[in-house]
């Protein structure tokens, strides 16, 4: 048996020689022609070469089966279930993250493409007069260019992993070739109901600093990497802003905002947990009633379209703002995205965006990106510029000659080699409609994800630690329903939403926002309650009559040759249809026809801003902030592989109308 001191020789050892080898080692021939150490521009304390062969993004292309099926991207809790693959996992991303930053293929630098440090990456230059990250937001790319940001990101990974299952010998080495064979980055469900008693943020996520793993000489104990990034060094020319370029490690909800703030991640998992509800409505909406791109992928407002105000990247916005709460995630109040990807977490929730890319398109094949004109520009793409589908994703090459992706080329998740549960097109048991509403469905059954969860802020014991429910399994092998359903709504819920005219409909409620992007020169929050609420703002995130909580993501920083952008408006939604149900059942609302919710929304109804650090903005001190609350009667599906029918929408102007903030008779919906 080790000893204290022997495990530790060991652990350095092995990343000294992880180091060595470097991450581009076992690379297919054909991706690269040679090695790219230090491909990153100079602007950091590191000798970055520019120049030499492009990187070729090919993602993972192992594992395709003559029916023309490729590997799963799993649900996170599900990898956790095959611990030979998760200790793999855990093994390359510790080894990926501790590469020289200096080095091309380094966690560093790929997640610096996003945003900061604003340099070149693999010799990809910025546009004339363009500053920023590569990251497309608030564009009709912002689905489509994170495709091969996460492609790269796994190609990198599983190259690492490839390289450590070649350390270990005999039938270890055999057992670990076979859990990698077909390995692909896990996705994070944060819109599925977790087991009764869990919470949304896993345990392995934000519960421990620390993490088992089995190395080839033996057990050990690691740094979790994903709980955090460890900066090595930490370049405050690189990460100039404050308290970034203090902070040494990426954290969530920090305790301060000086170099030794901790992460709280048991808050930022109250906050998930209080929200999963609003969640999953989100989501499931934009599957049933999304059924054009360009309303579907991204924030921006399209006037007169009041039954179009979500987005992915909207709901996408509201996780960033939850799990960063002021760190890396939703980065603090004076920045946007600029340093999010640094933080583990990035990946995971990324990929789940990715996957309802994917269901959607699944379920919209003939619907993709459109000329749009985006405001703000990128990198590479100066603000104002039409994008389209043949616009050059960058920097994501996807050849040696230099030509990089596009929308048109990416189109299809089977051009990296993976695809997702519930997108199974070589495989008649998945039915892409059934398998949602069985996670997301506002009728029926919910399929509840098995799992270690973060509920309050205490340690769970070992034993309990251990305990996992069957997942996602029964879904990923059938395409069915979970072992582990529970109802979404009692059957006095279901008999509450009924219309008595017609028990085949009910009524959707829905609170819609939208500001201008840039209203408060930095990211904030709009939270939506229904009843009394606690004056204390610190507590508004996990109050008990919080709907949800929407975030604005911004920046004291407009892009460079972009005036137009202040006035650029942004969208979101919050659900409160489920709100309302329980209000009913709580003998507080009478029902949910139109003219009893009208009359108790206008009474119940309220929101606030506050910014990521807690301070409360008067809601008529924000520009263009306007509040509304639309309704839509819906037809029930007949079967668990259809979706309702939503009717036209009808803005209830009543509610809001000559409240701070509210939408006004004659306003522009």
Not at 47 to 52: A, E, H, M, Y
Not at 80 to 93: E, R, V
Not at 238 to 252: A, E, G, H, K, M
Request: with cysteine; hydrophobic share 35%; proline share 6%.
């Amino acid at each position: 048996m080790f000893t204290t001191y022997n495990m530790l020789g060991a652990l350095l050892m092995w990343l000294l020689v992880s180091t060595l080898i470097g991450a581009t080692e076992a690379l297919p021939p054909t991706a690269i022609s040679k090695p790219h150490s230090d491909a990153r521009a100079a602007k950091t304390p590191h000798g970055r070469r520019q120049g030499g062969s492009p990187y070729v993004i090919q993602g993972v292309q192992g594992g395709r089966g003559s029916d023309g099926s490729v590997p799963l991207r799993l649900e996170i809790r599900q990898l956790i279930k095959d611990t030979d693959q998760f200790n793999l996992y855990l093994l390359a991303l510790y080894r990926f993250q501790n590469t020289d930053q200096s080095q091309l293929l380094s966690f560093y630098q790929i997640a610096g493409i996003h945003g900061r440090p604003f340099v070149p990456w693999d010799n990809v230059q910025a546009a004339t007069g363009q500053d920023g990250g590569y990251c497309t937001h608030s564009s009709i790319l912002f689905a489509t260019w994170h495709r091969p940001y996460l492609a790269l990101y796994e190609q990198v990974l599983y190259t690492t992993m490839q390289t450590i299952v070649n350390e270990f010998t005999g039938d270890q080495k055999t057992r670990y070739a076979q859990a990698a064979a077909n390995f692909r980055i896990p996705y994070w469900d944060w819109a599925a109901a977790p087991p009764s008693g869990w919470g949304v943020l896993l345990w392995e996520m934000g519960g421990e600093q620390t993490i088992q793993v089995i190395m080839p000489n033996g057990t050990t104990t690691i740094p979790n990497p994903l709980w955090s990034y460890n900066f090595h060094p930490l370049s405050s020319t690189d990460l100039p802003d404050s308290p970034f370029n203090v902070w040494q490690s990426t954290v969530r909800n920090p305790t301060t905002q000086t170099a030794n703030a901790t992460s709280q991640n048991h808050i930022v998992g109250l906050q998930l947990t209080s929200s999963q509800n609003s969640y999953a409505q989100r989501l499931m909406n934009l599957f049933v009633t999304y059924p054009q791109y360009g309303n579907f992928s991204n924030k921006g407002w399209i006037p007169g379209t009041p039954g179009s105000y979500d987005s992915l990247e909207s709901l996408h916005d509201q996780l960033h703002g939850l799990l960063g709460s002021g760190g890396h995630m939703s980065v603090n109040g004076k920045q946007q995205i600029e340093y999010s990807s640094f933080d583990p977490i990035f990946w995971l929730h990324h990929a789940t965006v990715d996957r309802a890319f994917a269901i959607w398109q699944a379920l919209y094949p003939h619907s993709y990106v459109e000329p749009t004109v985006d405001a703000f520009g990128t990198y590479t793409i100066p603000a104002g510029s039409t994008e389209d589908e043949k616009t050059p994703l960058t920097p994501f090459h996807k050849n040696a000659n230099g030509d990089f992706w596009d929308s048109a080329s990416i189109r299809n998740t089977s051009t990296f080699g993976y695809s997702y549960p519930e997108v199974q097109w070589w495989n008649a048991a998945v039915n892409t409609k059934q398998a949602v509403n069985a996670l997301y469905g506002n009728s029926g059954t919910n399929v509840t994800l098995g799992g270690r969860g973060i509920v309050e802020k205490e340690k769970r014991s070992v034993q309990q630690q251990q305990s996992r429910s069957a997942g996602l399994g029964p879904l990923i092998e059938a395409g069915l329903g979970g072992n582990n359903a529970i109802p979404v709504f009692t059957q006095d819920a279901v008999d509450v939403l009924d219309d008595d005219a017609n028990p085949n409909t009910y009524r959707e409620y829905i609170a819609n926002i939208r500001v201008s992007k840039y209203a408060l020169s930095c990211s904030f929050f709009i939270h939506i309650f229904l009843g009394d609420f606690n004056p204390d703002p610190s507590s508004w995130t996990t109050d008990p009559n919080l709907v949800g909580s929407h975030t604005i993501f911004t920046s004291a920083r407009l892009p460079a040759n972009c005036d137009s952008c202040k006035n650029v408006t942004v969208t979101g939604t919050i659900p409160l249809t489920m709100a309302l149900v329980q209000h009913v059942e709580a003998g507080q609302l009478n029902g949910t026809d139109l003219q009893a919710v009208e009359h108790y929304l206008t009474q119940n109804l309220h929101w606030r801003v506050t910014l990521m650090d807690e301070t409360i903005i008067p809601r008529d001190q924000v520009p263009d902030l306007k509040i509304s609350v639309v309704s839509s009667v819906v037809i029930r599906a007949q079967s668990d592989d259809e979706f309702p029918t939503w009717g036209p929408v009808t803005v209830l102007t009543n509610i809001t109308n000559g409240r701070p903030a509210g939408l006004d008779h004659g306003d522009p919906s």
